[in-house]
Antibody, heavy 123, light 106 residues
Framework: QVQVVESGGGVVQPGRSLRLSCAAS????????MHWVRQAPGKGLEWVAF????????YYPDSVRGRFTISRDNSQTTLYLQMNSLRAEDTAMYYC????????????????WGQGTLVTVSS | EIVLTQSPATLSLSPGERATLSCRAS??????LAWYQQKPGQAPRLLIY???NRATGIPARFSGSGSGTDFTLTVSSLEPEDSATYYC????????FGPGTKVDIK
């Protein structure tokens, strides 16, 4: 069955970096775009990054553009999120999510989610 | 940025009642809208995509409608396990979520 498992969260000081990983299985990883979505404690959902199936297209919202970088290793079926210059407002549960549509460059919806990895930015 | 507004913020209903949740977009998103259900401590679950298509394994009591800027998620007959927060999401211009509607089952 489809499974995505995030790791790499933890407590980090403001201004420092952290890299999250998402191990995927149960589907043709190299055919699907992937997303990162976050949720601050007690708050709603915020999309953070998208990468197309082949890594050729990447998109970010203004809130993280220039600080976060999404990447993928299709040979290892793993998704990454490099987070630099972290701020207190980046504190959240970070979810990895599979896109619904195969072979597309722009992303659609999120049909399989992991259980998340918690990132806390605090001095 | 396309802003999604959801109403009501909270809905309190009894089992068997019909729930109607609204999502309004600040500009047309055509039919590029999805609905998710999230229970406390769990990841979101996709319910509806492309405004009206049920995702795999979603019960028939969940239905979606609308296009352009106005969308509705209907739960025809509430079950106790439908107690959750429901989010809409658009993909017409990048990706944004609405603030959510919390549904309480009395």
């Amino acid at each position: 069955q489809v499974q995505v498992v995030e790791s790499g969260g933890g407590v980090v000081q403001p201004g420092r970096s952290l890299r999250l990983s998402c191990a995927a299985s149960g589907f043709a990883f190299s055919n699907y775009g992937m997303h990162w979505v976050r949720q601050a404690p007690g708050k709603g959902l915020e999309w953070v990054a998208f990468i197309s199936y082949d890594g050729g297209n990447k998109y970010y919202p203004d809130s993280v553009r220039g600080r976060f970088t999404i990447s993928r290793d299709n040979s290892q079926t793993t998704l990454y999120l490099q987070m630099n210059s972290l701020r207190a407002e980046d504190t959240a549960m970070y979810y990895c999510a599979k896109d619904t549509h195969s072979g597309n460059d722009y992303g659609y919806f999120f049909d399989y989610w992991g259980q998340g990895t918690l990132v806390t930015v605090s001095s | 940025e396309i802003v999604l507004t959801q109403s009501p913020a909270t809905l309190s209903l009894s089992p068997g009642e019909r729930a109607t949740l609204s999502c309004r977009a600040s500009q047309s998103v055509r039919s590029y809208l999805a609905w998710y259900q999230q229970k406390p401590g769990q990841a979101p679950r996709l319910l509806i995509y492309d405004a009206s298509n049920r995702a795999t394994g979603i019960p028939a009591r969940f239905s979606g409608s609308g296009s352009g800027t106005d969308f509705t998620l209907t739960v025809s007959s509430l079950e106790p396990e439908d107690s959750a927060t429901y989010y809409c999401q658009q993909r017409h211009n990048l990706f944004t979520f609405g603030p959510g509607t919390k549904v309480d089952i009395k």
